[in-house]
């Protein structure tokens, strides 16, 4: 099974929309979790997207660390998906990604071994040894993240501030354990360059909006990303295997 996760707050819906129908309609993902802070999310969602309410959440609490960071804690439960979710892995994607074209092989990511796969940002190998990655789209291995290192990022993430918060703690943390993943399935202006972009992350550049690609999908209806979603299944089921 192939799961896709989004995290965010109120402000973020409609971009959690956008992003969610470029990967509908592009790969072959089984379902998608929005986890909000409400019990309802505003407007009806096709049943391939499952909503969670975490508002009430006590993983982060008020005095955390970092809650008075430009991040909301939204943000930081990226950090605890493997306690809000049972399965194995997911593919967790910030708000302000679209996915060009088919995205399917990015659950094909080996991570057997890693706590996830990202792709490294331009100055990751400056120091020896350090990998730094983006993980605005990150495969997690929820399953070996049980192994008591989420818990460790969770206590890291509640006791010291970081400026880049779950993204920092994720790295610090998980060296060693890190698969890197191919820039074009996290195209963004932090990222090293590489293939032809499959998922265009904008990095909250201001203008994104206005792109295209992000138009496209602000305008598609979901029952258009779902027909496009049946479709890819369709032309998959034909190709020998």
């Known amino acids: 099974m192939k799961y896709a996760s989004y995290c965010g707050t109120r402000n973020l819906y409609p971009d959690m929309e956008m992003s969610a129908k470029s990967i509908i309609a592009n790969s072959d993902v089984d379902k998608v979790f929005f986890f909000i802070e409400d019990d309802e999310f505003p407007g009806e969602l096709p ?26 804690y939204m943000a930081m439960m990226r950090a605890a998906l493997c306690k809000l979710l049972d399965v194995d892995k997911v593919l967790s994607l910030d708000c302000d990604t679209v996915a060009m074209r088919d995205c399917s092989a990015v659950w094909d990511i080996d991570i057997s071994s890693s706590y996830f796969a ?37 206590n890291v993430l509640n006791t010291h501030y970081f400026k880049w918060v779950d993204q920092d703690a994720y790295n610090y943390l998980c060296q060693g354990r890190i698969t890197e993943m191919d820039s074009a399935f996290n195209s963004c202006p932090w990222t090293v360059e590489g293939s032809k972009p499959i998922i265009v992350h904008y990095a909250a550049r201001e203008d994104w909006r206005d792109e295209p690609e992000a138009v496209k999908y602000v305008n598609m209806s979901w029952d258009k990303a779902m027909e496009l979603h049946d479709d890819f299944l369709a032309r998959i089921a034909r190709v020998p295997r």
Request: aromatic share 6%; charged share 25%.
């Open 47 to 72: 049943s391939i997207v499952e909503t969670r309410n975490v508002g009430q959440q006590t993983i982060f609490p008020r005095n955390n660390a970092n809650r008075r960071s430009r991040f909301t």
């Open 118 to 154: 990202a792709t490294p940002e331009k100055w990751a190998h400056i120091r020896p040894g350090l990998i730094y990655c983006n993980i605005g789209v990150a495969l997690l291995n929820l399953d070996k993240l049980r192994d008591g290192k989420a818990d460790e990022i969770i």
